[in-house]
Protein backbone atom coordinates (compact mmCIF):
# COMPACT_ATOMS: atom_id res chain seq x y z
CA UNK A 1 0.00 0.00 0.00
CA UNK A 2 2.75 2.02 1.15
CA UNK A 3 4.48 1.30 -1.98
CA UNK A 4 1.58 2.19 -4.23
CA UNK A 5 1.54 5.68 -2.69
CA UNK A 6 4.80 6.55 -3.02
CA UNK A 7 4.54 5.45 -6.40
CA UNK A 8 1.55 7.75 -7.15
CA UNK A 9 3.18 10.78 -5.05
CA UNK A 10 6.63 10.41 -7.67
CA UNK A 11 3.95 10.39 -10.71
CA UNK A 12 2.73 13.48 -9.59
CA UNK A 13 6.09 14.73 -8.96
CA UNK A 14 6.93 14.31 -12.74
CA UNK A 15 4.24 15.64 -13.85
CA UNK A 16 4.39 18.94 -12.11
CA UNK A 17 7.91 19.19 -13.06
CA UNK A 18 7.46 18.84 -16.60
CA UNK A 19 4.37 21.11 -16.48
CA UNK A 20 6.69 23.86 -14.81
CA UNK A 21 9.39 23.40 -17.61
CA UNK A 22 6.58 23.44 -20.00
CA UNK A 23 6.24 26.57 -19.03
CA UNK A 24 9.34 28.27 -18.36
CA UNK A 25 9.64 27.29 -22.20
CA UNK A 26 7.30 28.93 -23.29
CA UNK A 27 7.33 32.18 -21.40
CA UNK A 28 11.26 32.46 -21.03
CA UNK A 29 11.54 33.95 -24.47
CA UNK A 30 9.06 35.82 -23.92
CA UNK A 31 10.51 37.06 -20.63
CA UNK A 32 13.59 38.10 -22.42
CA UNK A 33 11.78 40.18 -25.18
CA UNK A 34 9.53 42.59 -22.75
CA UNK A 35 12.71 43.06 -20.35
CA UNK A 36 14.71 43.67 -23.58
CA UNK A 37 12.40 46.17 -24.49
CA UNK A 38 13.09 48.35 -21.29
CA UNK A 39 16.88 48.22 -22.42
CA UNK A 40 18.86 51.62 -22.46
CA UNK A 41 21.66 50.75 -25.00
CA UNK A 42 20.79 50.45 -28.94
CA UNK A 43 21.46 46.96 -29.22
CA UNK A 44 20.11 43.81 -27.72
CA UNK A 45 21.69 42.31 -25.15
CA UNK A 46 20.98 40.30 -21.91
CA UNK A 47 20.36 41.29 -19.13
CA UNK A 48 20.10 45.04 -20.37
CA UNK A 49 22.85 47.17 -19.35
CA UNK A 50 20.25 49.71 -18.09
CA UNK A 51 16.72 50.76 -18.44
CA UNK A 52 14.59 53.24 -20.19
CA UNK A 53 11.67 53.59 -22.11
CA UNK A 54 13.45 55.58 -25.16
CA UNK A 55 11.78 52.48 -27.63
CA UNK A 56 8.47 52.81 -26.85
CA UNK A 57 8.90 56.70 -27.65
CA UNK A 58 11.03 55.60 -30.76
CA UNK A 59 8.29 53.13 -31.45
CA UNK A 60 5.56 55.60 -30.99
CA UNK A 61 7.01 58.24 -34.30
CA UNK A 62 7.24 54.80 -36.66
CA UNK A 63 4.64 55.90 -38.79
CA UNK A 64 4.79 52.15 -40.94
CA UNK A 65 4.01 49.95 -38.29
CA UNK A 66 0.57 52.12 -37.51
CA UNK A 67 -0.26 51.98 -41.18
CA UNK A 68 0.90 48.48 -40.97
CA UNK A 69 -1.28 47.39 -38.15
CA UNK A 70 -3.93 48.65 -39.26
CA UNK A 71 -3.51 46.74 -42.59
CA UNK A 72 -3.08 43.41 -41.08
CA UNK A 73 -6.52 43.93 -39.03
CA UNK A 74 -8.16 44.91 -42.14
CA UNK A 75 -7.21 41.79 -43.77
CA UNK A 76 -7.27 39.85 -40.39
CA UNK A 77 -10.43 40.23 -39.77
CA UNK A 78 -11.56 39.90 -43.76
CA UNK A 79 -9.57 36.45 -43.67
CA UNK A 80 -11.21 35.42 -40.92
CA UNK A 81 -14.82 36.30 -41.53
CA UNK A 82 -14.35 34.69 -45.25
CA UNK A 83 -12.62 31.43 -43.65
CA UNK A 84 -15.34 31.35 -41.09
CA UNK A 85 -17.99 31.01 -43.86
CA UNK A 86 -16.14 28.63 -46.35
CA UNK A 87 -14.80 26.49 -43.39
CA UNK A 88 -18.45 26.00 -42.18
CA UNK A 89 -19.71 25.11 -45.13
CA UNK A 90 -17.00 22.73 -45.93
CA UNK A 91 -17.33 21.67 -42.27
CA UNK A 92 -20.69 20.12 -42.36
CA UNK A 93 -20.14 18.90 -46.25
CA UNK A 94 -17.55 16.76 -44.08
CA UNK A 95 -19.84 15.37 -41.28
CA UNK A 96 -23.48 15.38 -43.41
CA UNK A 97 -22.71 14.30 -46.51
CA UNK A 98 -21.18 10.88 -48.57
CA UNK A 99 -18.25 12.32 -50.14
CA UNK A 100 -15.85 10.46 -52.50
CA UNK A 101 -12.90 9.85 -50.47
CA UNK A 102 -13.72 11.74 -47.88
CA UNK A 103 -10.29 11.07 -46.36
CA UNK A 104 -8.49 12.46 -48.76
CA UNK A 105 -10.49 15.42 -49.22
CA UNK A 106 -9.87 16.01 -45.42
CA UNK A 107 -6.20 15.54 -45.46
CA UNK A 108 -6.04 18.09 -48.77
CA UNK A 109 -8.30 20.85 -46.96
CA UNK A 110 -5.68 20.39 -43.63
CA UNK A 111 -2.96 20.36 -46.03
CA UNK A 112 -1.68 24.01 -45.51
CA UNK A 113 -1.13 23.47 -41.76
CA UNK A 114 1.78 20.95 -42.79
CA UNK A 115 3.23 22.66 -45.85
CA UNK A 116 6.31 24.85 -45.14
CA UNK A 117 4.91 28.27 -45.56
CA UNK A 118 7.88 29.65 -47.75
CA UNK A 119 6.82 27.12 -49.90
CA UNK A 120 3.47 27.65 -49.54
CA UNK A 121 4.45 31.45 -50.48
CA UNK A 122 6.20 30.39 -53.86
CA UNK A 123 3.75 28.32 -54.90
CA UNK A 124 0.93 31.09 -54.72
CA UNK A 125 3.37 33.82 -56.48
CA UNK A 126 3.70 31.51 -59.42
CA UNK A 127 0.56 30.83 -59.45
CA UNK A 128 -0.99 34.46 -59.12
CA UNK A 129 2.11 35.61 -61.95
CA UNK A 130 0.17 33.05 -64.14
CA UNK A 131 -3.26 34.17 -63.48
CA UNK A 132 -1.71 37.66 -63.66
CA UNK A 133 -3.51 38.61 -60.32
CA UNK A 134 -0.01 39.44 -58.30
CA UNK A 135 -0.24 41.98 -56.24
CA UNK A 136 -3.98 42.35 -56.03
CA UNK A 137 -5.53 42.98 -52.95
CA UNK A 138 -7.79 39.64 -53.51
CA UNK A 139 -4.81 37.44 -54.41
CA UNK A 140 -3.30 38.33 -50.66
CA UNK A 141 -6.83 38.15 -49.15
CA UNK A 142 -7.40 35.08 -51.26
CA UNK A 143 -3.57 33.51 -49.55
CA UNK A 144 -4.47 34.43 -45.97
CA UNK A 145 -7.84 32.40 -45.98
CA UNK A 146 -6.12 29.45 -47.32
CA UNK A 147 -3.69 29.67 -44.86
CA UNK A 148 -5.98 30.00 -41.66
CA UNK A 149 -8.83 27.43 -43.37
CA UNK A 150 -7.79 24.17 -41.61
CA UNK A 151 -7.75 25.83 -37.99
CA UNK A 152 -11.51 26.18 -39.03
CA UNK A 153 -12.66 23.28 -40.82
CA UNK A 154 -11.08 21.15 -37.92
CA UNK A 155 -12.79 22.73 -34.96
CA UNK A 156 -16.30 23.20 -36.48
CA UNK A 157 -15.84 19.38 -38.20
CA UNK A 158 -15.29 18.74 -34.51
CA UNK A 159 -18.21 20.49 -33.03
CA UNK A 160 -20.86 19.18 -36.07
CA UNK A 161 -19.70 15.76 -35.25
CA UNK A 162 -20.77 15.97 -31.87
CA UNK A 163 -24.14 18.07 -32.60
CA UNK A 164 -26.99 16.24 -31.99
CA UNK A 165 -28.79 15.86 -35.29
CA UNK A 166 -32.20 14.95 -34.55
CA UNK A 167 -32.54 18.29 -33.60
CA UNK A 168 -32.05 19.37 -37.18
CA UNK A 169 -34.25 16.91 -38.21
CA UNK A 170 -37.29 18.05 -35.63
CA UNK A 171 -36.42 21.84 -36.74
CA UNK A 172 -37.22 20.70 -40.31
CA UNK A 173 -40.31 18.59 -39.29
CA UNK A 174 -41.92 21.50 -37.97
CA UNK A 175 -41.86 23.26 -41.14
CA UNK A 176 -38.41 25.28 -41.15
CA UNK A 177 -36.26 25.42 -43.93
CA UNK A 178 -32.60 24.60 -44.99
CA UNK A 179 -31.30 28.21 -43.71
CA UNK A 180 -33.49 28.79 -41.10
CA UNK A 181 -33.02 25.55 -39.49
CA UNK A 182 -28.85 25.87 -39.57
CA UNK A 183 -29.29 29.53 -38.12
CA UNK A 184 -31.69 28.92 -35.52
CA UNK A 185 -31.02 25.57 -34.04
CA UNK A 186 -27.53 24.32 -35.88
CA UNK A 187 -25.49 28.14 -35.70
CA UNK A 188 -26.29 28.42 -31.68
CA UNK A 189 -25.33 25.03 -30.96
CA UNK A 190 -21.45 25.04 -32.22
CA UNK A 191 -21.30 29.09 -31.61
CA UNK A 192 -18.16 28.32 -29.18
CA UNK A 193 -16.17 26.30 -31.59
CA UNK A 194 -16.80 29.09 -34.22
CA UNK A 195 -15.89 32.14 -31.81
CA UNK A 196 -12.43 29.68 -30.44
CA UNK A 197 -11.83 29.03 -34.71
CA UNK A 198 -12.35 32.77 -35.52
CA UNK A 199 -10.03 33.94 -32.84
CA UNK A 200 -7.54 31.30 -34.26
CA UNK A 201 -8.00 32.06 -37.41
CA UNK A 202 -7.71 35.85 -36.73
CA UNK A 203 -4.44 35.97 -34.85
CA UNK A 204 -2.71 32.89 -37.49
CA UNK A 205 -3.78 35.40 -40.12
CA UNK A 206 -2.71 39.03 -38.13
CA UNK A 207 0.81 37.62 -36.93
CA UNK A 208 1.63 35.62 -41.20
CA UNK A 209 4.54 36.84 -42.57
CA UNK A 210 5.94 33.97 -44.56
CA UNK A 211 3.51 34.35 -47.46
CA UNK A 212 2.96 37.51 -46.80
CA UNK A 213 6.25 38.80 -48.05
CA UNK A 214 6.11 37.07 -51.24
CA UNK A 215 2.27 38.83 -52.43
CA UNK A 216 2.51 42.37 -50.55
CA UNK A 217 3.00 45.39 -53.10
CA UNK A 218 5.45 47.72 -51.99
CA UNK A 219 4.03 50.52 -49.98
CA UNK A 220 1.03 48.40 -48.57
CA UNK A 221 2.99 46.26 -46.41
CA UNK A 222 1.27 44.78 -43.14
CA UNK A 223 2.81 44.87 -39.81
CA UNK A 224 4.69 41.21 -39.61
CA UNK A 225 6.44 42.29 -42.88
CA UNK A 226 7.03 45.86 -42.03
CA UNK A 227 8.65 44.48 -38.83
CA UNK A 228 11.01 41.90 -40.70
CA UNK A 229 12.19 45.09 -42.98
CA UNK A 230 12.41 47.24 -39.89
CA UNK A 231 14.96 44.09 -38.79
CA UNK A 232 17.05 44.44 -42.02
CA UNK A 233 18.03 48.12 -41.46
CA UNK A 234 18.23 47.90 -37.88
CA UNK A 235 18.75 45.90 -34.76
CA UNK A 236 17.47 48.27 -31.68
CA UNK A 237 15.12 47.01 -29.40
CA UNK A 238 12.39 49.11 -30.63
CA UNK A 239 11.10 45.62 -32.31
CA UNK A 240 11.26 44.53 -28.86
CA UNK A 241 8.93 47.71 -27.65
CA UNK A 242 6.63 46.55 -30.32
CA UNK A 243 6.45 42.56 -29.49
CA UNK A 244 5.78 43.75 -26.27
CA UNK A 245 2.64 45.60 -27.10
CA UNK A 246 1.94 42.62 -29.34
CA UNK A 247 2.04 40.48 -26.38
CA UNK A 248 -0.16 42.23 -24.35
CA UNK A 249 -2.59 42.50 -27.19
CA UNK A 250 -2.56 38.90 -27.38
CA UNK A 251 -3.18 38.69 -23.76
CA UNK A 252 -6.04 40.62 -23.71
CA UNK A 253 -7.33 38.32 -26.61
CA UNK A 254 -7.23 35.09 -24.79
CA UNK A 255 -8.30 36.97 -21.51
CA UNK A 256 -11.52 38.57 -23.44
CA UNK A 257 -12.16 35.31 -25.20
CA UNK A 258 -12.10 33.09 -21.46
CA UNK A 259 -14.31 35.63 -20.22
CA UNK A 260 -16.52 35.12 -22.83
CA UNK A 261 -16.46 31.48 -23.03
CA UNK A 262 -16.22 30.75 -19.05
CA UNK A 263 -18.26 27.81 -18.20
CA UNK A 264 -18.83 26.67 -21.73
CA UNK A 265 -18.13 22.97 -23.28
CA UNK A 266 -15.44 23.23 -26.82
CA UNK A 267 -15.99 19.81 -28.14
CA UNK A 268 -12.30 18.34 -29.54
CA UNK A 269 -13.42 14.58 -30.59
CA UNK A 270 -13.84 14.35 -34.54
CA UNK A 271 -13.81 10.96 -34.41
CA UNK A 272 -17.85 11.12 -33.73
CA UNK A 273 -17.95 10.07 -29.98
CA UNK A 274 -18.94 12.62 -27.33
CA UNK A 275 -15.67 14.23 -25.48
CA UNK A 276 -15.88 17.14 -24.53
CA UNK A 277 -13.28 19.90 -22.03
CA UNK A 278 -14.00 23.53 -20.98
CA UNK A 279 -12.88 25.87 -23.20
Do not use: C
Not at 132 to 156: A, D, E, K, Q
Amino acid sequence: MQAAASGIRIRYVFLWTFTVLGILFIIAPLFVVVVNSFSAVAYNVFPPEGFSLRWYQNLAGQAAFYAGAWRSLVLASLATIGALIIGTMAGYALVRYRLPMPNVVKAFMLSPIVMPKIVLGVALFMFFVRIGTLGGYSSLLFTHMLVVLPFVISLITAALFSFDWTLQEAAMDLGAGPLETFFRVILPEISVSVVVAGVFAFVTSFDQVETTLFLVRPGDNTLPVEMFLYLQKWQDPTIAALSTVLILFAVAIIGGLSLVLRNQKLPLDVGGSRKETTA
